[in-house]
């Protein structure tokens, strides 16, 4: 099995910044794409950012420009530095991997979600 663990979610006023980490563990052959995703109250999920493991990335249109997603492949970790945070922001992240485990299988995995408000 595969975990993903966030961390680095929370309250931050508008315009402020937050960096959000994935780690992945378990019976890991080789990482994929890594992504992260957010829903809204009332809303569906949505890709925020994705990386793949050579490093190509994918925004949706409302963070480009504000949000950089990146990864380091020794430390089986994505990260979603998040800038000039607004208040539609407001979400419960979660990370997403595409991950092929020890028996060759392909599988897709996500973390439990992390809490990000953006308010003053």
Do not use: H
């Amino acid at each position: 099995q595969v975990q993903l663990v966030e961390s680095g979610g929370g309250l931050v006023q508008p315009g402020g910044s937050l960096r959000l980490s994935c780690a992945a563990s378990g019976s890991i052959f080789s990482i994929n794409a890594m992504g992260w995703y957010r829903q809204a109250p009332g809303k569906q999920r949505e890709l925020v950012a994705a990386i793949t493991s050579g490093g190509s990335t994918n925004y949706a249109d409302s963070v480009k420009g504000r949000f950089t997603i990146s990864r380091d492949n020794a430390k089986n970790t994505v990260y979603l530095q998040m800038n000039s945070l607004k208040p539609e922001d407001t979400a419960v992240y979660y990370c997403n991997a595409v991950v092929t485990i020890a028996t060759m299988q392909i599988v897709r995995y996500w973390g439990q979600g992390t809490q990000v408000t953006v308010s003053s």
